[in-house]
């Protein structure tokens, strides 16, 4: 049985953690939002820059903006003939 005192102060200690991992998504959120990189950022948080991006990846409002999948090469190759003939008749 874990004493009375000992249960509330690890109680305390997971409510203290879950609010300090809430303000560093929210800080590290508008950190990316306003153009800071994982380098950066891995510096304060004593992270490398790959270790920063991997525990915030989910929460990146830039990463978020992407598709969820890169184009297929046929994709692409659409797209960059729509492109260039876009270009060409523009310039008619």
């Known amino acids: 049985m874990v004493d009375e005192a000992i249960a509330q102060g690890l109680e ?31 510096e304060p948080l004593r ?17 978020a903006r992407r598709p969820r999948r890169p184009p297929t090469i046929d994709e692409y190759h659409t797209e960059m003939l729509a492109s260039l003939r876009a270009q060409r008749s523009s310039q008619r």
């Open 12 to 42: 305390a200690i997971v409510a203290a953690r879950a609010a300090l991992d809430s303000l560093e998504r929210t800080l590290v959120a508008r950190a990316r939002e306003h153009g800071a990189t994982w380098s950066e950022l891995g």
């Open 47 to 63: 992270l490398s820059k790959q270790g920063a991006r991997r525990r915030h990846l989910a929460i990146d409002p830039i990463f």
